[in-house]
Structures are given as C-alpha cells and as structure tokens.
C-alpha cells in the first residue's frame, strides 16, 4: 500500500465531561466545618524611646529593647517564635525658627513573639505592659501550618462527597461505580487571625510610675478557631431503571 492510498487516521475525540446513558455521572460537594482550640498566639511589641539627644536616645531604645527581649526569653520552651521587626530613629523639627533645629528624637523598635502556652502568654503580656514606654498588642490565636485539625476537615469533606453520592443513587434505586475526579475547591481556612477585641497595653499610656508590686497576670480566654474544607467530587453509577 502506498502513501497515496493509506487509510485517513482519524484522532481520538477528547472524553466527554459529562456522563453517557450506559455510563452516568453523579457530581457532589463535601464540606466540613470544625470549631477548634487555638494552638498558638501571637503578641507584638513596641518598644520607645525619646531624648533630645539622638546617641543618647539610641541607647535608651537598645537598653529597653533588651530589656523586652531578655524577659521574653525567660519562658524558654514556651516561646515558639521571636523576631525583631523594624527599628526607627526620627528626628523631630521645631516648629518655630527659620533653621531645621531637631527638637527631640523618636525612637520604636517592634518585636513579635508566638507562644503556645498561654498560661505564660497572660504572664509575660502582663510582665512586657508593665515596662516603661513599651506596648503591647493582641493576642492573635491562630493553629499551626500544619496543625491536625486541617487533615481531619479534609478527611470529614471527602467523606461527606461520597456519603451525599451514595444517597443520590439509593435515590435512583443503583450504586456508584467509580471515582472519576476528586477537586479540592477551597483547602482549609483558618479564621480570624486578628483578634475580637485587640488589647494594646501600655505602662505609659495610662501614666503610671514605677510599680512598687508586679500586676496580677491577665486571665486571657482563647478564641476557638474554624477550619474549613471542601471538595468537589464525581462518580460513575450504575445505569438506573426509570
């Protein structure tokens, strides 16, 4: 047989996404909802500073950063997570006379500590407000990356998918046959990070001197969590009588 002659090839028309007669689909939702306790939190804390001086100023905001940070360290293992942000130094103009005459300098320095002991989180929030010139805010409870609670809702979805096929083909009087495709629509969702009511808490803010005894630790009530899974899922049954 010669090229001329050779039979036209025809190529394989793509699958259908849709089921056939002999062969029908049935396509569902699984979703999966869980309220669960948060397994860490999140604080920041800003450190501040102000001289008229600015390399006394500098020194003033090291001290006090150090300070900050040599007490967070003391809860050891209770301590997940600590960063330094960002540091700045401004320096503020006068507002009267024809020269740029500095009047004063500004000094923060911003640090955050995730912690998964919150018996400690009240201490050490408690401890950190009671320093001078230096905030706190939060806390922000959240779950880890890779937290438990994500693979059980991925799971409860899949589960629900073919639990709400099954019925719809009872309904039809046949069973499902096949898996064709299973889609994961949205992965889980963790929510909120930000808090209800976020505390932002400060010795200097409400003008308060030395303390003379250490402040009663604050009792903080965690904030339950929600973690969300769903998947689309679609399955082959056999051919129904109707």
Same mark, same amino acid.
């Given at each position: ?13 793509p699958p259908v ?44 905001? !090291?001290? #006090? ?6 007490? *967070? ?6 301590? @997940?997570? =600590? %960063? &330094? ?17 500095v009047r004063t ?46 693979? !059980?809702? #991925? ?6 998918? *073919? ?6 083909? @009872?309904? =039809? %009087? &046949? ?68």
């Open positions: 047989m010669t090229p001329d002659t050779a039979p036209a090839t025809h190529p394989t028309p996404p849709y089921g056939t007669p002999d062969t029908p689909r049935i396509a569902v939702r699984g979703e999966a909802r869980l309220e669960v306790d948060p397994e860490i939190a999140r604080i920041t804390v800003t450190v501040t500073a102000r001289g008229k001086d600015r390399r006394e100023t500098l020194a003033d905001l !090291t001290r #006090r950063n150090t300070l900050a940070l040599d007490l *967070v360290k003391t809860y050891g293992d209770a301590v @997940e997570r =600590l %960063e &330094t942000g960002a540091l700045t130094l401004t320096p503020e103009l006068g507002r009267h006379g024809r020269g740029e005459r300098h500004h000094g923060l320095v911003h640090i955050t500590a995730e912690l998964n002991d919150f018996t400690a989180l009240g201490e050490l929030t408690t401890a950190l407000a009671d320093l001078d010139l230096t905030r706190v805010d939060g806390p922000w409870w959240a779950l880890r990356p890779d937290s438990p609670a994500h693979r !059980t809702a #991925r799971q409860q979805a899949v589960r629900e998918a *073919v639990q709400r096929a099954r019925e719809y083909a @009872e309904a =039809l %009087e &046949t069973t499902l046959t096949a898996l064709v495709e299973l889609a994961d629509t949205g992965a889980e969702d963790t929510h909120p990070r930000v808090p209800q009511s976020t505390r932002a808490l400060s010795r200097a803010a409400y003008g308060a001197g030395p303390a003379e005894d250490e402040p009663a630790p604050l009792d903080l009530e965690p904030q339950r969590q929600h973690v969300r899974a769903q998947v689309d899922a679609r399955f082959t049954m056999a051919p129904p009588r109707l």
